[in-house]
């Protein structure tokens, strides 16, 4: 049994059969109880202790509707703790979950929020590792069930009292891509879901027996469409309804044999000779065994749902009945011993299209496309509506759980429209509309309040104000608001006009400015405070979005970029006395997409240096001096890599005596490159959390005792994290967390350096991170001092085989460089020659380009130079192992890596297989990339092919082999594939997969 179950297993076992189950200690259950394993024991006791809870209580059992928000924040434990979210996935629903407090339930990302409207304070339910793609509550809002998309998926149950995983099941939809639609019976003892997948299943799960399989499974035809709502019977467990755009699906389970059969008549226009509109939302009846299904054309179709026959009264009856309906379909229903569906009548309700239905107490209840909520009783004559608040088109309503109180002398209740004109009494109820708005409805008095406004498309930019706990958000629909981060107060917005998405946003130095770039190539200078233009136009010199914005230092330059890779530059000028933005220039500099855009300072002048760095794996720097009116002067182009693109490129802060360039790459290295004559200094091993660094800021401090310890935030694909400086390949100081399963495309710091943002495109959110560093010290001190990190990341540590062959590699060396044959006394060192350092490493497996080994060669030499003057010849076995495991492969070499090399250079053969012709193959070796003589190339084919036992010049002498005497014609196949070549040639086994790879 898996450690999230255990909560449930304890609870519903000791409620169900008043004993424990067995197998299970109290650690476990003590770590299920607390829902994360990082808890000491000591810790442990003392939480018993101040909530009087006995050692074997469980909190879900004692808990209360209060005591979700009195719990203890635990944020410290951990180097990044998610502490509030700011967006709302307008695609699910939103949950009324208290009345009296205002609590509500909805998703951001990949996590379930339960937020207190009155205390502005959020609970974050974490735990799944994909996006979440629907959820549910219980009748009476104690259990929620959450479940996700993609690979892995899970399905959660969450206690609402404590915020406790109490149950989760692991791969529930193995085959798919996750889980569509989710319900839960008003009773909370059983959950169905339908898969995500191309032929859908439909699921019934007893969760609360901790079990990890459903009890049945039905596979559902593809011509029923993609089933996407799903919900039970509230009166009749063993009836469920869900529906596609184009069909409506009722279900019979039947417990005790374990099926689920599943009756879907096809709905045309000739089966009420009127058009029926795609299916929305589905619902059963309040009052009669009927389905009803709402329909995007405003009518609501009415399905009879019928009973196998029970005796023979009610068989000669349905037959008669059968009998005299000439429908096909219902001639073979007739026979069926499982309920079906019939459609019975076509009701036109509206002309708007009904985007949602539900049913509460006696109503039946629709929201439309207009924003109209209208209120039908059991006969689906209208009761009440609401019209007048020019609400957008509605995507979910979710009533209180709370019942109306009884209509008094101070009670202000709308009259229905019955001939009696009586109170329309309902209960209070939250709207969620399309364009991501939700409000609360207070019936009586018709009061109705807006709580919070969210993006409705995706959010990429984001930027913090550099002395004020503010952040700017905007989203490609077209608005920027404005947060205190510190109060969760949103303070003011801007809405541009249609077609201006926001794609990028950059405070100035000093705060007063707002540089906004737009996905139609726009750019707006806007005052901080107001959000209103500083410029009388807005610059529109780009065909395409905009994606990054940068200012310089002094605030006189600001400069975008563009995905058509080009750099703009504007300028402060004075005219008439005042000081106004102009454009000055632009150059498509790269040609690949553009990472980075960064501004610096001139040393020697003050003046601000601008720097952009391209996929094209050009690092270029400008000449703003001698730029002027429509010409952009580039003062330097420098290659920053050679197989491996950028990623991303900051100012390495002055923690040593030499500016450098910090350039994070594909290949999961970060760089330091001089910032003057931009030499690759030095190679290190960068954070490998799944993919590489997509960007980086270091973090600000406060004061200047904090200048000597300094912090890296970052994030890649899916995950933000921290790294302490100085980098040097640790894998120990580097944390990170999953904050955007779908991908991160955006991070801002607060000024003072105690959160972190990032924004989470397509999921329309942004998360705010407490950054603890205490937590993070105390990680890297478990991981060891001086090389100890580093042993680990070789195969075996300290006292492997691989490391014991490198010392022996290494003193090797030492012999050979006093020459093999000499008779004269060893002088064994603890260094080598700076020019053995490529020997050793191909021969431990590693083969680096002369490129490479050029940059460890500057790497070593110049480590020294800032300080003493001196040029370094020699390297001892500590670092020489730094040095190792910084520069090589990260995941070791790949078969897949030389497969994509084929597939660029090669040509599709008879067996469809990429291939090289043998003398294409060889004129490339002598004339592409860093191409060998003809010596070498002869050279290293003697070695793989066995003639030159000593190895490629090992010893000068001791190779009797002559190049020329090889017959690569002979030796080589016409044609060489991937496969011919690894194995054959270089005489390899890989790995098809990225695996770390020691030898």
């Given at each position: 049994?898996?450690?999230?179950?255990?909560?449930?297993?304890?609870?519903?076992?000791?409620?169900?059969?008043?004993?424990?189950?067995?197998?299970?200690?109290?650690?476990?259950?003590?770590?299920?109880?607390?829902?994360?394993?990082?808890?000491?024991?000591?810790?442990?006791?003392?939480?018993?202790?101040?909530?009087?809870?006995?050692?074997?209580?469980?909190?879900?059992?004692?808990?209360?509707?209060?005591?979700?928000?009195?719990?203890?924040?635990?944020?410290?434990?951990?180097?990044?703790?998610?502490?509030?979210?700011?967006?709302?996935?307008?695609?699910?629903?939103?949950?009324?979950?208290?009345?009296?407090?205002?609590?509500?339930?909805?998703?951001?990302?990949?996590?379930?929020?339960?937020?207190?409207?009155?205390?502005?304070?959020?609970?974050?339910?974490?735990?799944?590792?994909?996006?979440?793609?629907?959820?549910?509550?219980?009748?009476?809002?104690?259990?929620?069930?959450?479940?996700?998309?993609?690979?892995?998926?899970?399905?959660?149950?969450?206690?609402?009292?404590?915020?406790?995983?109490?149950?989760?099941?692991?791969?529930?939809?193995?085959?798919?891509?996750?889980?569509?639609?989710?319900?839960?019976?008003?009773?909370?003892?059983?959950?169905?879901?339908?898969?995500?997948?191309?032929?859908?299943?439909?699921?019934?799960?007893?969760?609360?027996?901790?079990?990890?399989?459903?009890?049945?499974?039905?596979?559902?035809?593809?011509?029923?469409?993609?089933?996407?709502?799903?919900?039970?019977?509230?009166?009749?467990?063993?009836?469920?309804?869900?529906?596609?755009?184009?069909?409506?699906?009722?279900?019979?389970?039947?417990?005790?044999?374990?099926?689920?059969?599943?009756?879907?008549?096809?709905?045309?226009?000739?089966?009420?000779n009127k058009l029926v509109g795609k299916f929305s939302q589905s619902v059963f009846h309040l009052k009669s065994s009927q389905i009803l299904s709402a329909t995007k054309e405003g009518k609501l179709v009415v399905w009879d749902i019928h009973y196998p026959w029970t005796s023979s009264t009610s068989s000669a009856a349905a037959k008669a009945e059968a009998e005299a309906d000439p429908d096909p379909a219902s001639a073979d229903s007739e026979v069926s011993e499982f309920p079906f569906i019939k459609p019975r009548k076509l009701v036109h309700l509206q002309k708007e299209a009904i985007t949602v239905l539900t049913t509460i107490d006696s109503y039946i209840v629709t929201g439309d496309i207009k924003g109209i909520i209208k209120f039908y009783d059991h006969t689906f004559s209208i009761v009440n509506w609401y019209s007048n608040f020019k609400l957008g088109a509605i995507r979910t309503l979710s009533f209180s759980k709370t019942l109306p109180s009884p209509p008094t002398e101070k009670s202000n209740l709308p009259t229905d429209c019955t001939l009696r004109g009586d109170l329309f009494v309902v209960r209070n109820f939250i709207i969620g509309t399309f364009d991501a708005t939700v409000?609360?409805?207070?019936?009586?008095?018709?009061?109705?309040?807006?709580?919070?406004?969210?993006?409705?498309?995706?959010?990429?930019?984001?930027?913090?104000?550099?002395?004020?706990?503010?952040?700017?958000?905007?989203?490609?629909?077209?608005?920027?608001?404005?947060?205190?981060?510190?109060?969760?107060?949103?303070?003011?917005?801007?809405?541009?006009?249609?077609?201006?998405?926001?794609?990028?946003?950059?405070?100035?130095?000093?705060?007063?400015?707002?540089?906004?770039?737009?996905?139609?190539?726009?750019?707006?200078?806007?005052?901080?405070?107001?959000?209103?233009?500083?410029?009388?136009?807005?610059?529109?010199?780009?065909?395409?979005?905009?994606?990054?914005?940068?200012?310089?230092?002094?605030?006189?330059?600001?400069?975008?970029?563009?995905?058509?890779?080009?750099?703009?530059?504007?300028?402060?000028?004075?005219?008439?006395?005042?000081?106004?933005?102009?454009?000055?220039?632009?150059?498509?500099?790269?040609?690949?997409?553009?990472?980075?855009?960064?501004?610096?300072?001139?040393?020697?002048?003050?003046?601000?240096?601008?720097?952009?760095?391209?996929?094209?794996?050009?690092?270029?720097?400008?000449?703003?001096?001698?730029?002027?009116?429509?010409?952009?002067?580039?003062?330097?182009?420098?290659?920053?890599?050679?197989?491996?693109?950028?990623?991303?490129?900051?100012?390495?802060?002055?923690?040593?005596?030499?500016?450098?360039?910090?350039?994070?790459?594909?290949?999961?290295?970060?760089?330091?490159?001089?910032?003057?004559?931009?030499?690759?200094?030095?190679?290190?091993?960068?954070?490998?959390?799944?993919?590489?660094?997509?960007?980086?800021?270091?973090?600000?401090?406060?004061?200047?005792?904090?200048?000597?310890?300094?912090?890296?935030?970052?994030?890649?694909?899916?995950?933000?994290?921290?790294?302490?400086?100085?980098?040097?390949?640790?894998?120990?100081?580097?944390?990170?967390?999953?904050?955007?399963?779908?991908?991160?495309?955006?991070?801002?710091?607060?000024?003072?350096?105690?959160?972190?943002?990032?924004?989470?495109?397509?999921?329309?959110?942004?998360?705010?991170?407490?950054?603890?560093?205490?937590?993070?010290?105390?990680?890297?001190?478990?991981?060891?001092?001086?090389?100890?990190?580093?042993?680990?990341?070789?195969?075996?540590?300290?006292?492997?085989?691989?490391?014991?062959?490198?010392?022996?590699?290494?003193?090797?060396?030492?012999?050979?460089?006093?020459?093999?044959?000499?008779?004269?006394?060893?002088?064994?060192?603890?260094?080598?020659?700076?020019?053995?350092?490529?020997?050793?490493?191909?021969?431990?497996?590693?083969?680096?380009?002369?490129?490479?080994?050029?940059?460890?060669?500057?790497?070593?030499?110049?480590?020294?130079?800032?300080?003493?003057?001196?040029?370094?010849?020699?390297?001892?076995?500590?670092?020489?192992?730094?040095?190792?495991?910084?520069?090589?492969?990260?995941?070791?070499?790949?078969?897949?890596?030389?497969?994509?090399?084929?597939?660029?250079?090669?040509?599709?053969?008879?067996?469809?297989?990429?291939?090289?012709?043998?003398?294409?193959?060889?004129?490339?070796?002598?004339?592409?990339?860093?191409?060998?003589?003809?010596?070498?190339?002869?050279?290293?084919?003697?070695?793989?092919?066995?003639?030159?036992?000593?190895?490629?010049?090992?010893?000068?002498?001791?190779?009797?082999?002559?190049?020329?005497?090889?017959?690569?014609?002979?030796?080589?196949?016409?044609?060489?594939?991937?496969?011919?070549?690894?194995?054959?040639?270089?005489?390899?086994?890989?790995?098809?997969?990225?695996?770390?790879?020691?030898?």
């Amino acid at each position: 049994m898996k450690v999230d179950s255990l909560e449930e297993a304890v609870v519903w076992s000791q409620e169900e059969t008043g004993q424990e189950p067995e197998g299970i200690s109290d650690q476990e259950k003590d770590e299920a109880r607390f829902g994360k394993p990082f808890f000491s024991m000591e810790e442990r006791q003392k939480f018993f202790q101040s909530k009087d809870l006995g050692a074997k209580e469980s909190l879900v059992s004692t808990s209360t509707e209060d005591t979700l928000f009195q719990k203890e924040d635990d944020s410290k434990m951990y180097p990044l703790s998610l502490t509030w979210s700011f967006g709302w996935n307008s695609s699910l629903p939103v949950y009324y979950m208290r009345e009296d407090k205002r609590i509500l339930l909805y998703v951001c990302g990949h996590t379930a929020i339960i937020y207190n409207v009155f205390k502005n304070s959020q609970y974050h339910l974490q735990g799944h590792p994909n996006i979440i793609s629907c959820f549910c509550v219980s009748e009476d809002r104690r259990w929620i069930a959450t479940a996700d998309e993609g690979p892995d998926c899970l399905i959660i149950i969450w206690d609402a009292f404590t915020g406790i995983p109490v149950h989760t099941i692991f791969d529930s939809c193995p085959e798919g891509n996750g889980i569509r639609a989710i319900a839960i019976t008003r009773d909370s003892k059983f959950l169905a879901t339908i898969s995500d997948a191309e032929n859908q299943k439909v699921c019934i799960w007893k969760w609360t027996l901790a079990v990890e399989t459903p009890t049945c499974v039905l596979e559902l035809p593809k011509e029923y469409g993609f089933q996407e709502h799903l919900i039970f019977n509230p009166v009749n467990n063993n009836e469920l309804v869900s529906n596609s755009k184009t069909q409506a699906v009722y279900y019979s389970w039947f417990e005790d044999k374990g099926i689920l059969t599943h009756s879907a008549p096809l709905l045309t226009e000739k089966t009420f000779n009127k058009l029926v509109g795609k299916f929305s939302q589905s619902v059963f009846h309040l009052k009669s065994s009927q389905i009803l299904s709402a329909t995007k054309e405003g009518k609501l179709v009415v399905w009879d749902i019928h009973y196998p026959w029970t005796s023979s009264t009610s068989s000669a009856a349905a037959k008669a009945e059968a009998e005299a309906d000439p429908d096909p379909a219902s001639a073979d229903s007739e026979v069926s011993e499982f309920p079906f569906i019939k459609p019975r009548k076509l009701v036109h309700l509206q002309k708007e299209a009904i985007t949602v239905l539900t049913t509460i107490d006696s109503y039946i209840v629709t929201g439309d496309i207009k924003g109209i909520i209208k209120f039908y009783d059991h006969t689906f004559s209208i009761v009440n509506w609401y019209s007048n608040f020019k609400l957008g088109a509605i995507r979910t309503l979710s009533f209180s759980k709370t019942l109306p109180s009884p209509p008094t002398e101070k009670s202000n209740l709308p009259t229905d429209c019955t001939l009696r004109g009586d109170l329309f009494v309902v209960r209070n109820f939250i709207i969620g509309t399309f364009d991501a708005t939700v409000y609360h409805m207070t019936v009586d008095g018709t009061k109705l309040e807006k709580l919070f406004v969210e993006p409705r498309d995706a959010v990429h930019a984001i930027s913090c104000h550099p002395y004020q706990s503010l952040i700017a958000v905007g989203s490609v629909c077209g608005i920027i608001k404005v947060w205190d981060f510190e109060k969760k107060v949103y303070l003011f917005s801007r809405t541009f006009e249609k077609g201006l998405g926001v794609q990028s946003l950059t405070y100035n130095p000093e705060g007063a400015l707002l540089g906004a770039g737009f996905t139609e190539g726009t750019v707006y200078i806007l005052d901080a405070m107001s959000l209103e233009n500083e410029t009388s136009e807005p610059f529109k010199y780009s065909r395409s979005s905009v994606s990054h914005v940068s200012f310089s230092h002094d605030s006189n330059y600001m400069a975008t970029a563009d995905v058509s890779f080009t750099v703009a530059v504007y300028m402060i000028v004075v005219k008439n006395g005042q000081r106004v933005w102009e454009y000055l220039a632009r150059l498509r500099s790269h040609h690949n997409s553009i990472r980075s855009l960064l501004f610096g300072i001139h040393l020697d002048s003050n003046e601000p240096r601008l720097l952009s760095l391209g996929t094209d794996k050009f690092l270029i720097e400008y000449n703003l001096t001698k730029s002027y009116k429509d010409h952009l002067e580039v003062l330097d182009i420098h290659r920053t890599d050679q197989g491996n693109y950028p990623t991303c490129m900051i100012w390495y802060p002055p923690l040593t005596r030499e500016l450098f360039l910090l350039i994070c790459n594909s290949g999961y290295k970060v760089k330091l490159f001089n910032a003057t004559t931009k030499m690759c200094r030095k190679t290190l091993l960068g954070p490998a959390y799944g993919s590489p660094i997509e960007h980086a800021q270091v973090l600000p401090v406060k004061s200047t005792l904090e200048l000597q310890k300094r912090y890296l935030v970052f994030i890649n694909k899916d995950k933000v994290g921290l790294q302490i400086l100085p980098v040097d390949g640790n894998p120990h100081k580097t944390c990170a967390i999953v904050c955007h399963p779908n991908g991160v495309s955006g991070l801002a710091l607060s000024y003072d350096g105690h959160f972190a943002f990032t924004a989470g495109g397509q999921d329309r959110s942004v998360v705010q991170w407490k950054i603890n560093l205490g937590a993070l010290e105390a990680a890297v001190s478990l991981g060891g001092e001086d090389l100890t990190p580093f042993y680990g990341l070789v195969s075996g540590g300290r006292e492997g085989k691989f490391y014991r062959e490198l010392e022996d590699y290494f003193y090797y060396s030492q012999i050979r460089t006093q020459g093999i044959d000499t008779m004269e006394t060893r002088q064994v060192s603890e260094h080598i020659c700076l020019s053995e350092l490529p020997f050793v490493m191909r021969a431990i497996g590693f083969y680096p380009s002369e490129e490479k080994i050029e940059d460890m060669f500057n790497e070593i030499k110049f480590s020294e130079y800032v300080d003493t003057g001196k040029l370094i010849d020699k390297i001892n076995l500590p670092d020489f192992l730094k040095v190792y495991l910084n520069h090589r492969p990260p995941f070791g070499n790949t078969f897949d890596g030389i497969q994509k090399s084929f597939d660029v250079l090669g040509f599709t053969n008879s067996e469809g297989k990429k291939a090289i012709q043998r003398e294409d193959f060889l004129n490339m070796l002598l004339t592409k990339g860093e191409h060998m003589t003809e010596e070498e190339m002869f050279d290293c084919f003697a070695t793989l092919f066995g003639l030159s036992p000593e190895g490629w010049k090992s010893e000068p002498a001791a190779s009797c082999t002559k190049g020329p005497e090889i017959c690569l014609e002979k030796e080589l196949p016409e044609e060489i594939t991937a496969e011919i070549f690894t194995t054959d040639i270089l005489g390899l086994t890989l790995s098809n997969h990225s695996e770390q790879s020691d030898q």
